[in-house]
């Protein structure tokens, strides 16, 4: 019979840090919950409010990184990202790192959306703020001290030489300045403030998030829609049939919707395939510090269990990429010698499992996220009866409330979900395996090599030396089957063509806002 693996967990004093927290939660891929309704005067951008937000509009009390989909148009961010993941210019018009002191040059006369002068001293007051925050906090600790030089320039004094990733950090949550009356006011969660292109309107929680134009706004060419509203609206076939009756204008889709609505003559659809420089991958990440994965032949057995060929055949219908790290072919970091280092071999799975002592396999909770994902339940299924066959019994357990349930209380032994995108590569193994990170501490998965390599990477501006830095982390990763990593998987947008149009483009990332700076709305438009 297989040996039997439970383990139990109780919930510390504290948190820790709580880092990644929600953001580990497929966010753009959930089902559950009914559509919404607003005005057809605006864009009706779908979106799946439980899981996909946090509820929070105030970045330092965010606790998901997709609640940047909507914060991103209140507040804007000092620096923005193109469709490949490359830093360009925000509200800061440009910036230069030297040593361990990076500048910010704001752009001139900016405002927030109440009058306020959107200058240096504005940004220093909303960066403090921001660093005081739990999850935004963790990314700027490299920032120690801030300066205002004079009214348009920023002087960030760092703690160490890691101030390379700041372009990128400063286009997420970490670069959404709160207007300095909201922060002294503590009202940006109910009445958010920001310089973003559109100003917040309504919030009624679980039903619709409502942004209107900003007049004020610092190029007009880009506020090219009479109004947001982020409406509660679910994805897979039910999204689908809501944005074919004319409920919803956008909306995220998966691969099995792909081909109803390619179809369609009067939905438009684009599909974007992972170029940034850790996109989103659907993984099994293993809880490493206690039994049974403790034991590197077990996670290497799982591996080489894995048919990912199937996964990405069945539910992706091959459209994605197999993964076997993190980051994709075409990206700095990869690293051809460590591809398919565990082909799907059964035979090869149950000689681990002999050298393991475990012949006859072993039995673990496998957990995912709730909500009715469907890529990652059926990613889930095709998990569990792909290692049945070598006698390893996985027992799908769904959680709706991650950072608690699996991480802080240790509910389970390993977590197939689809792991964000990042932005900035040494970060995405950082968070997993970096020392004094939630997701690494509660997995007993701290990597001290990793963390030294990871952080060496962040702090060079030497192509090649980061390279090597990040194949060397890349092989402890998979040398060691700290994880098994499945398929990138693609973006996949639809939208409705009687409404909408414009330049649509699927985002690069789960908590990348599709970008509506080039799409439009027929005013008054609506489907018979």
């Known amino acids: 019979m297989p040996t039997r693996f439970q383990i139990g967990g109780e919930r510390p004093a504290r948190l820790a840090r709580l880092v990644v927290a929600i953001t580990l939660v497929a966010a753009a891929c959930s089902t559950s919950g009914g559509g919404g309704s607003a005005s057809d005067q605006f864009l009706r951008y779908a979106v799946q409010m439980e899981t996909q937000l946090s509820g929070h509009l105030d970045p330092a009390e965010s606790t998901n990184g997709c609640d940047n989909i909507v914060m991103h148009w209140i507040y804007g961010s000092l620096t923005d990202i193109d469709a490949d993941g490359n830093p360009i210019p925000g509200l800061a018009e440009s910036w230069e790192?030297?040593?361990?002191?990076?500048?910010?040059?704001?752009?001139?006369g900016l405002t927030f959306q109440n009058g306020e002068a959107f200058d240096a001293e504005a940004v220093k007051k909303g960066l403090e703020y921001l660093k005081r925050g739990e999850q935004t906090g963790e990314a700027l600790r490299v920032v120690d001290t801030i300066e205002v030089v004079d009214d348009l320039t920023v002087q960030l004094n760092l703690e160490d030489d890691t101030g390379g990733v700041l372009p990128l950090v400063l286009s997420q949550r970490e670069g959404m300045i709160v207007a300095p009356k909201s922060i002294d006011a503590e009202s940006a969660d109910e009445k958010p403030i920001g310089a973003g292109p559109y100003t917040f309107e309504n919030f009624e929680p679980?039903?619709?998030?409502?942004?209107?134009?900003?007049?004020?706004?610092?190029?007009?060419?880009?506020?090219?829609?009479?109004?947001?509203?982020?409406?509660?609206?679910?994805?897979?076939?039910?999204?689908?049939?809501?944005?074919?009756?004319?409920?919803?204008?956008?909306?995220?889709?998966?691969?099995?919707?792909?081909?109803?609505?390619?179809?369609?003559?009067d939905v438009g659809v684009a599909t974007s395939f992972p170029t940034i420089a850790a996109p989103n991958y659907v993984v099994v990440q293993f809880r490493t510090g206690?039994?049974?994965?403790?034991?590197?032949?077990?996670?290497?057995?799982?591996?080489?269990?894995?048919?990912?060929?199937?996964?990405?055949?069945?539910?992706?219908?091959?459209?994605?990429?197999?993964?076997?790290?993190?980051?994709?072919?075409?990206?700095?970091?990869?690293?051809?010698?460590?591809?398919?280092?565990?082909?799907?071999?059964?035979?090869?799975?149950?000689?681990?499992?002999?050298?393991?002592?475990?012949?006859?396999?072993?039995?673990?909770?496998?957990?995912?996220?709730?909500?009715?994902?469907?890529?990652?339940?059926?990613?889930?299924?095709?998990?569990?009866?792909?290692?049945?066959?070598?006698?390893?019994?996985?027992?799908?357990?769904?959680?709706?409330?991650?950072?608690?349930?699996?991480?802080?209380?240790?509910?389970?032994?390993?977590?197939?979900?689809?792991?964000?995108?990042?932005?900035?590569?040494?970060?995405?193994?950082?968070?997993?395996?970096?020392?004094?990170?939630?997701?690494?501490?509660?997995?007993?998965?701290e990597n001290p090599e990793i963390t030294d390599l990871a952080t060496r990477a962040r702090s060079t501006s030497n192509p090649a030396e980061f390279a090597s830095l990040m194949h060397q982390a890349v092989a402890i990763l998979v040398d060691n089957a700290l994880e098994a990593p499945i398929v990138f998987t693609p973006r996949n947008i639809a939208w409705d063509e009687t409404r909408v149009g414009g330049d649509l483009r699927a985002p690069p990332g789960s908590c990348t806002p599709i970008d509506l700076t080039k799409v439009t709305l027929a005013k008054n438009a609506s489907k018979d």
């Open 206 to 265: 679980g039903r619709i998030i409502s942004l209107r134009p900003n007049k004020k706004f610092h190029d007009p060419s880009l506020v090219t829609l009479p109004g947001i509203d982020f409406v509660q609206a679910p994805t897979g076939s039910a999204g689908v049939n809501a944005l074919l009756a004319g409920d919803i204008d956008v909306i995220i889709v998966q691969e099995d919707s792909l081909d109803r609505l390619e179809r369609q003559d």
């Open 97 to 108: 790192l030297d040593g361990r002191t990076f500048t910010l040059h704001l752009r001139a």
């Open 290 to 445: 206690v039994p049974p994965f403790d034991n590197p032949l077990l996670r290497q057995a799982v591996n080489y269990a894995i048919d990912r060929d199937e996964i990405n055949d069945a539910v992706f219908l091959g459209r994605g990429q197999i993964a076997w790290f993190p980051f994709p072919e075409g990206t700095p970091s990869y690293d051809p010698t460590q591809i398919e280092r565990y082909p799907h071999d059964l035979e090869r799975a149950r000689e681990l499992l002999e050298e393991a002592g475990m012949p006859d396999g072993f039995e673990f909770d496998l957990y995912s996220p709730g909500g009715g994902i469907p890529f990652l339940d059926r990613s889930a299924e095709l998990v569990q009866q792909q290692l049945k066959k070598v006698g390893i019994i996985a027992n799908i357990k769904r959680v709706t409330d991650i950072p608690t349930e699996y991480y802080v209380q240790r509910q389970g032994n390993a977590f197939l979900h689809s792991r964000p995108a990042q932005l900035d590569a040494p970060g995405q193994v950082i968070e997993q395996f970096g020392l004094g990170r939630f997701v690494a501490a509660f997995n007993g998965a």
